[in-house]
């Protein structure tokens, strides 16, 4: 109903709502993600982005909060970004986006509004009691560098995940 008003009050297309974008053709289609089956039940692209981006992060220690998040995810350093103030990594495959760091005066002051799952098993379907045993063998390794185990999160009996903070008191999941 709202998108049936939009349109006859003439709003340019720029500034609908993005269901019209939604019908469009995109480069992507046709393509085949790296990670499909036979069953064609993945969507209809290659294991890559539409759109190359980075999550950008304040900072009190850009160097030690990126090298932390690197060991988490598995990624390298971005050569180039490798100053005082500021620091960036990268998937060393291309696939993931790149995480940069810049140093801020003020520290964090609130819970965060979007956080990073930590996907220890890949993308599902998961063997859950396998899934259970990869989380419990990456949250002593991320203690170990600086992170805090704040509480294990149960689906029934079974470990869904497991709340932590990173050296800045950044909340991430280990799922």
Not at 14 to 24: F, S
Not at 39 to 53: H, I
Request: one cysteine or more; aromatic letters at 8%.
């Amino acid at each position: 109903m709202l998108v049936a008003q939009l349109h006859e009050l003439e709003v340019p297309e720029h500034r609908r709502p993005i269901d019209h974008l939604l019908q469009q053709p995109t480069l992507l289609e046709g393509r085949t993600p790296a990670h499909a089956d036979d069953s064609g039940s993945r969507p209809p692209y290659v294991g890559v982005m539409a759109t190359f981006w980075t999550l950008g992060c304040d900072a009190y220690d850009p160097q030690r909060i990126a090298a932390f998040w690197a060991l988490a995810l598995g990624y390298v350093k971005e050569s180039g970004f490798d100053e005082p103030d500021n620091a960036s990594i990268v998937d060393p495959d291309g696939r993931g986006p790149a995480i940069s760091f810049l140093k801020v005066p003020e520290g964090k002051s609130s819970k965060n509004r979007m956080h990073i799952d930590v996907r220890v098993a890949g993308p599902g379907p998961w063997e859950m009691v396998e899934r259970a045993r990869l989380i419990r063998q990456k949250v002593p390794e991320l203690v170990a560098a600086g992170a805090t185990m704040i509480r294990e999160e149960w689906y029934g009996d079974v470990l869904g995940h497991v709340v932590m903070q990173d050296p800045e008191g950044n909340e991430f999941c280990v799922a």
